[in-house]
């Protein structure tokens, strides 16, 4: 297992068998674009030919096959497989024409940054002959508790920006709670977005996207653009069909117990190696920019405690929620995660203790302050189950404590802007 | 009067066998909410909590021998929904779910056969509920609270007891607090507890604690504006610093596409006439300032 930086103290490594997800932690996981055609493609979807390459060598390949089997004159398209938006403006999505440029091109995006996230495979297909697109997706409706297909004639743009644009363009339709999409509620959609001449296409992915879904328990799967591309059909002639172009989507990781394999899928750059020792830790820390680190449990009291920190002047660190009945060993890996942060030079334990034993937090703190060398003002606040005990351990081990949730912020700022002195 | 628990609640614990589902029944029972029944398959016939509770095998026997009408629910993911909808099928009226970590496409079946049968499924990952001095139903510590008539509506769990902490300390008594779950498929929604509060002669002031993602806060302060403008109304919402993008702890907390912002439901809450406090623990000094005497 691979721990993050330890140069700032000496707490060992923790035992590498990894733990069940806290509970409350629970990080949305998104997928690549080639992950998820293959996903697709199991639920039976149309999606055009394509291959994977993490070398020039393997694109330059990949391309001479795609361009052979094309027509003549044909292109490849070459995509980063990374998971941030705009990929095509920040150069990630090129057209080549050659087994050479293919090449070239692979070359030059293999390794690129994109937003801070480097591109380590790139995805090769033929270049889509596109007639017209479109965007279709299957989302989770919180208020209607309900899957919501949303579609619209204008594909290829973020559906954000038409929302805000045009909001009477996009179709919305719901699919049954128990039924999942029925064929009717399907055809309507295709009517409703103008795909009327290729209906029977257009419901299968229609009812693929909710089935998809499902399948893999994702809480969001797009295609945009979905797209009527112009193919050689078997005699040569030209012929028409409608195809997934793009896709993403994003999984419920509450559910990824019972998806083994689809943990695989996770992208490693997509999770800062802090996250990834969080996670298997069971604990939920999202690393921020401050130098307030912070360590809470329940996740509505650690946002209200970072806003807090915020309020007093200072800047937090993380996002950090032990979860319900964390007990001293989870509160000593906690400290590890804050510490390793080098920007840390004051920390805020705020704790409500319901299930959680005040106690045994103040263990923990303690035993996590014995092996850290590198010293850090702490400011704790432990209220609710057993706060009696935790005081009185506290206080023997000479920590500074505060009562109310203000004063604590208020002097985990102070601590940060004396270190910072 | 209260809502959603009281007195009269007759409540089945399902899971009352497991660590949790004990451990949490003994809370409830101490604080003098009438357990009348437990229910664990395979453990028909035994008793919990001493001798003092019948275990039961399904829910629907548990109905039939006790009465039970209220129906709390300590089982593992995997399981949840499927006590949900055991309990909705038995005749069971109101639902807590305090599991966490459904798969959210679980919840919408489960979610829609409650609504079938005309039962109430509050949560799932939610704390419960307490009517202070009369029951309380899920894990909220009972010794955070003092009787009264404000009505407090949380989206999460130990920030609502420092609310309620807050309030206490500030000798402002709860007529009920309501936990409605962080997870994006709930069954109760501000608006539903806001609807119930309205309707309870006992509630006079109204505490709604909210936090970034979704839209549920504005929809409710919506009708809030309109239908209980009569009430002081104080509010606070968690995540003003949560960057966009990152989903903060519970599953629904989270910033897309601009949406969901902490700024967009503190206004919405202020159009309708809520104070929005900057720290939990303003709210009681808040509330006072709306012109609650309680």
């Known amino acids: 297992m691979t721990v993050g930086p330890l ?8 035992p590498a068998p990894p733990v069940p997800p806290a509970r409350g932690a629970r990080i949305r996981v998104k997928i690549q674009e080639a992950d998820a055609k293959t996903l697709l493609v199991a639920q039976g979807l149309p999606v055009p030919a394509w291959q994977t390459a993490r070398t020039v060598d393997e694109a330059r390949a990949a391309a001479a096959r795609f361009l052979a089997d094309g027509p003549p004159g044909g292109k490849v398209v070459i995509k980063a497989q990374v998971l941030v938006g705009g990929r095509g403006k920040a150069g990630g999505v090129k057209l080549a024409g050659s087994e ?16 801070g996230m480097t591109v380590r495979r790139v995805l090769i297909g033929p270049a889509a002959d596109i007639v017209k697109e479109y965007y279709l ?29 045009h909001p009477e363009a996009i179709i919305r339709r719901h699919a ?10 399907a055809r309507d959609l295709a009517f409703a977005l103008g795909l009327g001449a290729q209906l029977k296409d257009a419901v299968r992915i229609a009812k693929g996207l909710v089935t998809t ?5 994702a809480d969001l799967v797009e295609i945009n653009p979905l797209a009527i591309v112009r193919e050689s059909g078997v005699d040569g002639a030209p012929m028409e069909r409608l195809v997934c172009l793009d896709a993403k989507i994003t999984l419920d990781d509450s559910a990824l117990p019972r998806h083994p394999g689809l943990e695989e899928l996770r992208d490693p750059d997509e999770e800062a190696p802090a996250d990834r020792e969080a996670r298997e830790a069971g604990l939920t820390f999202i690393k921020l920019d401050g130098t307030i680190g912070c360590m809470v449990n329940g996740a509505g009291l650690a946002m209200t405690t970072m806003d807090l920190v915020k309020r007093a002047g200072g800047e937090p660190a993380n996002f950090l929620d032990i979860g319900g009945g964390a007990r001293a060993d989870k509160v000593a890996h906690a400290m590890h995660l804050i510490l390793a942060d080098p920007k840390v030079d004051a ?11 005040g106690d045994e937090v103040a263990r923990g703190l303690i035993e996590a302050r014995a092996q850290q060398t590198r010293d850090v003002p702490m400011v704790v606040r432990i209220v609710g189950t057993n706060a009696a005990e935790a005081a009185t351990l506290l206080e023997e081990a000479r920590f500074e404590t505060a009562t109310s949730l203000d004063d604590a912020a208020a002097k985990a700022v102070a601590a940060s802007r004396g270190a910072a002195a | 009067m209260s809502v959603l628990v009281g007195r009269e609640t007759r409540l089945v614990v399902q899971g009352i066998t497991g660590r949790e589902g004990e451990f949490h029944a003994r809370a409830m029972q101490a604080y003098g909410t009438r357990i009348v029944a437990g229910m664990t398959p395979g453990k028909g016939g035994q008793s919990a909590l001493d001798g003092t509770v019948p275990v039961f095998d399904t829910v629907a026997d548990a109905v039939r021998e006790t009465g039970a009408d209220t129906s709390c629910i300590f089982v593992p993911a995997a399981g949840a929904p499927d006590a949900v909808m055991e309990a909705a099928d038995a005749g069971i009226a109101t639902i807590f779910c305090i599991t966490e970590g459904i798969p959210a496409l679980d919840m919408i079946p489960a979610v829609e056969l409650v ?9 799932p990952n939610c704390p419960g509920a307490t009517s202070p001095g009369r029951a309380k139903v899920g894990i909220i510590p009972g010794s955070i609270h003092r009787e009264g008539r404000v009505g407090v509506v949380s989206r999460s769990g130990t920030l609502t007891y420092e609310a309620v902490q807050a309030m206490t300390d500030a000798g402002l008594g709860q007529s009920t607090c309501v936990g409605i779950g962080g997870d994006p498929i709930i069954g109760t929604t501000f608006l539903d507890v806001l609807q119930l509060f309205a309707a309870d002669p006992d509630t006079e002031a109204i505490v709604l604690i909210g936090e970034i993602g979704g839209a549920a806060e504005e929809t409710a302060a919506a009708w809030a504006a309109e239908h209980l403008a009569h009430l002081p109304k104080v509010a606070f919402i968690a995540g003003r610093t949560a960057p966009e993008g990152k989903r903060m702890g519970h599953a629904g907390a989270i910033i897309s596409g601009g949406a969901g912002t902490a700024a967009s439901k503190v206004a919405a ?11 939990p623990t303003e709210l009681p000094g808040l509330l006072r300032a709306a012109g609650y005497r309680g």
Request: without cysteine; charged residues 25%.
């Open chain 2, 269 to 279: 809450l202020e159009a309708a006439g809520f104070a929005v406090a900057g720290s």
């Open chain 1, 137 to 165: 997706s299957a989302v989770l409706d919180r208020a209607e508790r309900r899957i919501l297909l949303m579609g619209s004639a204008e594909g290829g743009v973020e559906i954000e920006q038409v929302a805000a644009d």
């Open chain 1, 347 to 357: 920390i805020l334990v705020n704790i409500f203790g319901g299930i959680t034993r």
């Open chain 2, 115 to 123: 609504r079938s049968r005309g039962a109430r499924l509050i949560g």
């Open chain 1, 176 to 185: 049954d709670p128990l039924l999942g999409l029925l064929d009717y509620q």
């Open chain 1, 100 to 115: 050479a440029e293919a090449a070239e091109v692979a070359g030059a995006i293999l390794g690129m940054d994109i937003k």
């Open chain 1, 7 to 14: 140069r700032y103290h000496r707490l060992p490594s923790p």
């Open chain 1, 213 to 217: 879904m499902r399948a893999y328990d």
